[in-house]
T-cell receptor, first 115, second 113 residues
Framework: DADVTQTPRNRITKTGKRIMLECSQT?????MYWYRQDPGLGLRLIYY???????NKGEISDGYSVSRQAQAKFSLSLESAIPNQTALYFC??????????????FGPGTRLTVL | GEDVEQSLFLSVREGDSSVINCTYT??????LYWYKQEPGAGLQLLTY?????DMKQDQRLTVLLNKKDKHLSLRIADTQTGDSAIYFC?????????????FGKGTLLTVNP
């Protein structure tokens, strides 16, 4: 079974709708992240969480919110979706070993289309 | 702010070597990474290099780091069709900032039979 799972894998929605993307992990990692990937733009960090009570904005948090329901679950919400939020969304996790390399493990992605 | 640049496309013949280049601007970068994204999948860490190293070799992969020029390269020897993917260069700091990855835009490697 995959260590980092995302649901749904694909979603088409309309402008103004509320959408939630979910991420679960079985790696036992404390750190979780949400990124978006746009063609030709690489990955940009939306939100990150170092534990259940620690949530932080990333580079492009406007229009998004998150919830860390448990160590293993981190959800991303679009309160009122707009077309320029059409993108590929990735969840990632890492164990956050202090000072060392912090390898991030990525889920398979959710392709979101906002019409 | 930090910036990571890499060319967007590379096409090679099967069996040849591939070299993907990357430049970065943050002189405090501590770790430099190469991630691979296969079609329809998430990113997977291929290898990384610590900033005080010049070279790291791992089977068919060779990473070269020129810290003075802030230039990183990934060489794939004997490139196979299964190596076709997008390759992302990324950098991070150390300690409390080791989580913060700055990614390049990705290089699409196409391997032709």
């Amino acid at each position: 079974d995959a260590d980092v799972t995302q649901t749904p894998r694909n979603r088409i929605t309309k402008t103004g709708k509320r959408i939630m993307l979910e991420c679960s992990q079985t790696k036992g990692h404390d750190r979780m992240y949400w990124y978006r990937q746009d063609p030709g733009l690489g990955l940009r960090l939306i939100y990150y969480s170092f534990d259940v009570k620690d949530i932080n904005k990333g580079e492009i948090s406007d229009g998004y919110s998150v919830s860390r329901q448990a160590q293993a679950k981190f959800s991303l919400s679009l309160e009122s979706a707009i077309p320029n939020q059409t993108a590929l969304y990735f969840c990632a996790t890492s164990d956050g070993l202090a000072g060392g390399v912090d390898e991030q493990f990525f889920g398979p992605g959710t392709r979101l289309t906002v019409l | 702010g930090e910036d990571v640049e890499q060319s967007l496309f590379l096409s090679v013949r099967e069996g040849d070597s591939s070299v993907i280049n990357c430049t970065y601007t943050d002189s405090s970068s501590t770790y430099l990474y190469w991630y691979k994204q296969e079609p329809g999948a998430g990113l997977q860490l291929l290898t990384y290099i610590f900033s005080n190293m010049d070279m790291k070799q791992d089977q068919r992969l060779t990473v070269l780091l020129n810290k003075k020029d802030k230039h990183l390269s990934l060489r794939i020897a004997d490139t196979q069709t299964g190596d076709s993917a997008i390759y992302f260069c990324a950098e991070s700091g150390s300690g409390g900032s080791n989580y913060k990855l700055t990614f390049g835009k990705g290089t699409l490697l196409t391997v032709n039979p």
